[in-house]
Each structure stands twice: as structure tokens, then as C-alpha cells.
């Protein structure tokens, strides 16, 4: 393959894995009512250890965590959160979709809105873009079918080149390039290539 055919390859797969990035995000979101897969339940100090998985809303930081909730399955990642701090609940409930990283984060929040500690934006904002996971996404899933679809035979083309040019054949096609002088592949036209330093090193000791 050419140097521009690989390129336009890349470039399409990165294109393709960018146009289903989203829609595919789109597709795992989870409605408020269906069941969520079993996952882990964190309480007390294990809770508290953790962050709240996503930014809280005020200037007031929320207290630590005491009890989290967290499953996960393909392209699907479920936070359900709940703190504590003098009588004021507090929670978090975020899913956060998209392969490999998330792209979509679909957040709501609940807490004492009599406080006026605790002012900030209205609660159960609208579905947020993840700018990492939308543009990573595509790069990561587009080099990687690249090169699930190109390694195996570039690896095959190299060894067989190598294993070639120690047979004294051309590279391009096999043929034997015994007693050749004319500095091309008489079968296909290809030049060839003057051994490499090491291989001349190499010979040069086998005649010592
Ligand atoms: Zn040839």
C-alpha cells in the first residue's frame, strides 16, 4: 500500500469511529427507571474515601461521601452518591457513556436548596459533552482497526523481505538476483537495494 492509500485509510476509520462516537454514547445512556447492573456499594469510610464523581455545583464544598454506589458495564459507567453534613442531605446520580472513554455525562443533583450556602444553577442540567472522550475516542478506535487491519501484513512483508534479501532475491518479487550487475529486478523492475553496513561488515569478516 502506498504512503497516501495508508493515510487515506487512517483518516477514513478516524473519520468513521468519529461519526458513530456519540450516537453510540446516545445508545448506553440508561432512562431514570430501568434497571441498572449489579455493582459495588461502597459505605462509611469506604465512601468517604472516594471524590463525588463529578464536579459539585457551589463554592461550599459537599461533604465526603457516605455511601457510593458504582457499576459499570460496556460503554456504560453508573455513579449513585449520597453525603451527609449536619442534618443536609446530599446526592449525585451520574452516568457517564461512551467507548473507550465516556462522551456523554448525564448528571442530576439533589440537595437543600432552603440553604443559602448552597446557591448555584438549577438542578438536573441538561446532558453534557465530554470534550476528552469525544475527541480521543475517535483517534484511539480509528489507529486502532488501522492497525488491526495493516500490522499483520506489514509484519508478514517485512520478514519475508528480510528472509529474501539473504537469499540473494529481490525484495519486491522473489526472484534470484544471482550474478545480477545491473542494479535491477530483471522479473519486476525494482532496484536493488545495496546491503546494509552491517551485512557488508558481516561479509567482510566471513572472509577473513
Ligand atoms: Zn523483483
Redesign the pocket.
Known amino acids: 500500500m502506498t504512503r497516501r492509500k495508508r493515510l487515506t485509510l487512517l483518516l477514513v476509520l478516524v473519520a468513521l469511529a468519529g461519526v458513530a462516537n456519540v450516537p453510540f454514547a446516545v445508545t448506553r445512556l440508561h432512562s431514570r427507571t430501568q434497571p441498572k447492573p449489579r455493582g459495588e456499594n461502597y459505605m462509611g469510610d469506604d465512601a468517604a474515601r472516594r471524590e463525588w464523581p463529578a464536579a459539585t455545583p457551589h463554592t461550599r464544598r459537599w461533604p465526603a461521601p457516605h455511601q457510593f454506589e458504582y457499576a459499570h458495564e460496556f460503554g456504560f459507567h453508573y455513579y449513585n452518591v449520597f453525603g451527609e453534613q449536619s442534618g443536609q442531605r446530599f446526592q449525585m446520580n451520574v452516568q457517564l457513556t461512551g467507548w473507550p472513554l465516556p462522551v456523554l455525562e448525564d448528571k442530576k443533583m439533589w440537595w437543600d436548596w432552603s440553604d443559602p450556602t448552597l446557591k448555584g444553577p438549577e438542578p438536573d442540567p441538561a446532558l453534557r459533552v465530554v470534550p476528552s472522550g469525544l475527541i480521543l475516542n475517535p483517534i484511539i478506535v480509528g489507529v486502532g482497526l488501522y492497525l488491526i487491519l495493516t500490522l499483520p501484513r506489514d509484519v508478514f512483508v517485512f520478514f519475508r523481505a528480510r528472509r529474501r534479501r539473504k537469499r540473494g532475491r529481490?525484495i519486491?518479487?522473489g526472484?534470484s538476483l544471482t550474478g545480477n550487475t545491473s542494479g535491477r529486478?530483471p522479473?519486476?523492475g525494482?532496484p536493488i537495494a545495496a546491503p546494509a553496513p552491517d551485512d557488508r561488515a558481516a561479509e567482510h569478516a566471513a572472509f577473513q
Open positions: 529481490c519486491g518479487c526472484y529486478c522479473e519486476c525494482r
